[in-house]
């Protein structure tokens, strides 16, 4: 079995999107659907963003220099997902704005992962070798295994504070 690490954040993703175009398929009036597409959602983008934050970018940022504002870029996307994920996990479906914030989360989220496929990825496969890949695979498999499933709202709002408050 392939443990490329590009091949198996690609795997994510497809899911990742098949769950915004069943939110976004969903009547408007399908509350617990919806609700039930959230949080799946939450569970799918909270293990995701952290494996990639625990183990690709920190260590293709090591390899390859040359990536560094691309993956500082990357932090702040997910810092922002993980912002309105952990506003989404504290909000009753039944909310006025619980749509409109996973619309939101939902453009964000789908603009950060086209950046990753379009660009970001082929310049990490043009810099590193199949070997390196399948080794990076090889450890988010085993961070997956004891990751978070739900977002964790003390870290992302203490970012947010520190960053406000300094
Ligand atoms: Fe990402
Ligand atoms: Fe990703």
Redesign the pocket.
Known sequence: MSTDAIVLLKEDHKEVRQLFRAFEAADADAKAVKADLVSRILEALTV??YI?NEVMYPTVRELVPDLESDILE?YE??HVADLLCAELDAMDPADERFDAKTTVLIESVGH??EE?ENDWFPKVRAALGRKELQEIGARMLEVRATAPRRPQQPSSLKKAADALLG
């Open positions: 995701h963003t990639e990357s996307e997910h950060h992962i990753e």
